[in-house]
């Protein structure tokens, strides 16, 4: 069992920076695939950012290469999303993740837990 807890959301205008944390309960934090989604109002949750086990592979949705960067540090338990850039379509409420196995980073039924989720907004 794995507890997800997300924090860093906030209110920032359009080209500001937030950085998201996600914090696991338990030892095998390194074991585990970790992701970052997002669900706007009225739409589905979609796939924002991942990354493998060791943190050496990521991935990114097209709409936030070269904004977001996902990194992981396996000692504090606790992946990130650092997001620059930011554009009021950004916002929403941003969840974190963690995958036993992953064979496409975008399906979300791939992913075992799941935060509570933070909210970003974006303002124009």
């Known amino acids: 069992q794995v507890q997800l807890v997300e924090s860093g959301g906030g209110l920032v205008q359009a080209g500001g920076s937030l950085r998201l944390s996600c914090a696991a309960s338990?030892?095998?934090?390194?074991?585990?695939?970790m992701g970052w989604f997002r669900q706007a109002p009225g739409k589905e949750r979609e796939f924002v950012a991942g990354?493998?086990?060791?943190?050496?592979?990521?991935s990114y949705a097209d709409s936030v290469k070269g904004r977001f960067t996902i990194s992981r540090d396996n000692a504090k338990n606790t992946v990130y999303l650092q997001m620059n850039s930011l554009r009021p379509e950004d916002t929403a409420i941003y969840y974190c993740?963690?995958?036993?196995?992953?064979?496409?980073?975008?399906?979300?039924?791939?992913?075992?837990?799941w935060g509570q989720g933070t909210q970003v907004t974006v303002s124009a």
């Open positions: 993740a963690a995958a036993k196995v992953i064979i496409n980073w975008y399906v979300r039924d791939q992913y075992d837990y």
């Open positions: 338990g030892r095998t934090f390194s074991s585990y695939v």
């Open positions: 990354i493998s086990r060791s943190g050496t592979n990521t």
